[in-house]
């Protein structure tokens, strides 16, 4: 059993600022990639930002430059800090958490934190 605990959303200004944090415990063997993604209104899901276990990132092209993954691999936490939000930002934010065990890998996802910018 994985459970996941996200933490850190809101209702912020355009301009402003807020980190997520997304918190794994349980029983696996390693924490590998990690990830947030949002989903808006009557939108689909869509990628954030990764962060693999060596610390390689990848960003949607749309908030590059303004939001940073990094994680804390001592924690099993990961984090997403959102700098210069804009209202197009707006979304229920997922972490999903690659956990290994001897056997396989299994992608667990977060119960979703609101983030709301209004302009």
């Known amino acids: 059993q994985v459970q996941l605990v996200e933490s850190g959303g809101g209702l912020v200004q355009a301009g402003g600022s807020l980190r997520l944090s997304c918190a794994a415990s349980?029983?696996?063997?390693?924490?590998?990639?990690m990830g947030w993604y949002r989903q808006a209104p009557g939108k689909q899901r869509e990628l954030v930002a990764t962060i693999t276990r060596g610390d390689n990132t990848d960003y949607a092209d749309s908030v590059k430059g303004r939001f940073t993954i990094s994680r804390d691999n001592a924690k099993n936490t990961v984090y997403l800090q959102m700098n210069s939000l804009k209202p197009e930002d707006t979304a229920v934010y997922f972490c999903a958490v690659d956990c290994q065990t001897l056997a396989f890998t299994t992608r667990y996802w977060g119960q979703g934190t609101q983030v709301t910018v209004s302009s």
């Open positions: 349980g029983k696996f063997f390693r924490v590998n990639d």
